[in-house]
Nanobody, 114 residues
Framework: VQLQASGGGLVQAGESLRLSCAAS????????MGWFRRAPGKEREMVAI???????NYSDFVKGRFTISGDNAKGTVYLQMNTLKPEDTAVYYC?????????WGRGTLVTVSS
């Protein structure tokens, strides 16, 4: 399974961005897709996950600001990020829990200026 993410960029605090990710390969065996991020000097952390049962899980620091959506059957996942803050600056990684294991995309950089 390969993941291709896009949509990162430079924005000002308070603005919005939408990240997209598309999986290729045997996408019929995806259990969940989601987004993680790694901020400068910090470890990678979960942002949001979307399961093939339709459930979503958000980290507290994005609740009310970010919305995850997608279609695991099609291998797509999106992250709508609103009211961005400078502390949201990070490389965002698309992730999938596939029957054969966990897979990561290369990451897309989101920079939020104050």
């Amino acid at each position: 399974v390969q993941l291709q993410a896009s949509g990162g960029g430079l924005v000002q605090a308070g603005e919005s961005l939408r990240l997209s990710c598309a999986a290729s390969g045997s996408i019929d065996r995806i259990n969940a897709m989601g987004w993680f991020r790694r901020a400068p000097g910090k470890e990678r952390e979960m942002v949001a996950i979307f399961s093939n049962l339709g459930s979503t899980n958000y980290s507290d620091f994005v609740k009310g600001r970010f919305t995850i959506s997608g279609d695991n059957a099609k291998g797509t996942v999106y992250l709508q990020m609103n009211t961005l803050k400078p502390e949201d600056t990070a490389v965002y990684y698309c992730w999938t829990w596939h029957r054969s294991g966990y897979y990561w995309g290369r990451g897309t950089l989101v920079t939020v200026s104050s």
